[in-house]
């Protein structure tokens, strides 16, 4: 016993310098592992975030207003949240999948009006055309088309990338959509709004 305690006795600097580095070490991993588990929940609760956009329902619904509502709803939640629809709604020429966006006007026609009119009257959108200028925000691909220079494969990048990327900003973020560079922007940035 003896043996072993002068062989700590003598080594007792290694040993402490020993000691301390393990402490070290293990606190450094226990505070490392906490952080990251920090940073993990935080990520979490920004994807239980969603963003809200505001929408304007018209026409036959019970409860025609404007709507706060989480950007990644549907037609369908609109009219939901607008009291559901009214027995003159015609339901046939509604897109109840179609993806909600900011500034969205939602006009559900009447039956009688698809009669009168003979035609197929759609869900009126703000991506139309005004003051000669189509919104990169909200227009569908037809819209997109009529801006000069801008394809069917053109407006459907246009579409797909705002799908996945969300709204555009600012209008020089048209330039991040493929097929599109700065010579095609400068050609239409005077057709386009956000």
Known sequence: MKKYLDIIYFNRKEIIIVIIMLFGFFSFNY????????????????KDIKESIVIDIKGEVNNPGSY???????IKDAITKAGGLTNDADTESINLSEKLQDEMLIVIPKKEEIKENNTNTEIKTTAEVKDNKISINTATKQELMKISGIGESKAQSIIDYRNQNGRFNKLEELTNVSGIGKKTFEKIKNSIKL
Do not use: G, M
Not at 31 to 46: L, M, P, T
Not at 68 to 74: F, P, Q, T
């Open 31 to 46: 505070f490392n592992k906490n952080d990251s588990y920090i940073v993990e929940s935080e990520i979490e609760e920004k």
């Open 68 to 74: 706060e509502i989480e950007s990644d709803k549907r």
